[in-house]
């Protein structure tokens, strides 16, 4: 696969997921947030699905990224829209042009998650998207060091997001909005760390399917 039909491929994906999971993910934000993180995400990737419908794969993955990252932030709105869109975006300026391949889509995701960390602060352990982001970047870049393929870099990437999330539930928050119920967040999964999972969930099944 080209690695711009690829970045197509990968943010309809998500954009899919994101529209089945919308009431999970805002479900999720009404036991410990404000309740809008799916309606807030939905809306957002359906900006980026209507972009790709509109110009497809025009351009290098590198402008496709970033591009939805502009729509991400702008349209998504709070927290994860300013996050989300850094993130996007600083993958983006990680693929300048041509062919991405393994280790570049692997720095790519470790810049995107150099992103949300510079801008949200959070560590390991805060119950944020964080969570999902940093062992998923760690296991694709585990996996490329191994000579593994980009399907399993990527299916390895999504596991490890997939177990971050689920080990938010037992974390208590101390960024974003959860962090002011204190104690009482815990017991819950972080939304953020559940959307992350679906972008990473996303790209595995694109690359494998
Ligand atoms: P808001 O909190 O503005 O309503 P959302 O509900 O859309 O925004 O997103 C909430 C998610 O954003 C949280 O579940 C968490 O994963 C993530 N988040 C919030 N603050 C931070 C932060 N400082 N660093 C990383 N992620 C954060
Ligand atoms: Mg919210
Ligand atoms: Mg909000």
Redesign the pocket.
């Given at each position: 696969m080209q690695d711009n039909a690829l970045a197509v491929a990968w943010l309809r994906g998500f954009a899919r997921a994101v529209e089945e999971d919308e009431d999970r993910l805002t479900a999720l934000?009404s036991a410990?947030?404000?309740g809008?993180?799916g309606i807030?995400?939905r809306r957002g990737t359906s900006h980026v699905h209507r972009m790709l419908l509109r110009d497809g794969p025009s351009g290098t993955m590198g402008e496709l990224l970033d591009a939805a990252g502009r729509l991400l932030r702008t349209h998504?709105?709070?927290?994860?829209?300013a996050?989300y869109g850094s993130t996007f975006q600083a993958m983006g300026a990680a693929l300048p042009d041509g062919r991405a391949g393994l280790t570049g889509l692997g720095d790519a995701l470790q810049e995107g998650l150099t992103a949300?960390?510079r801008?949200?602060?959070?560590a390991p352990g805060?119950?944020?998207?964080?969570d999902a982001y940093t062992p998923a970047v760690a296991a694709f870049r585990e996996a490329c060091a191994h000579g593994r393929s980009l399907g399993e870099a990527a299916t390895a990437a999504a596991e490890a997001a997939a177990a971050g999330a689920r080990s938010t539930v037992s974390m208590q928050a101390r960024?974003?909005?959860?962090s002011y119920l204190g104690y009482r967040s815990v017991g819950h999964l972080?939304?953020?760390?559940v959307?992350?999972g679906m972008l990473f969930r996303a790209l595995a099944e694109e690359i494998t399917n």
């Open positions: 934000d410990i947030g404000d809008d993180h807030n995400m998504v709105g709070g927290a994860a829209g996050l949300v960390v801008l949200g602060a959070a805060d119950k944020t998207m964080v960024k974003g909005r959860a972080d939304p953020g760390a959307s992350t």
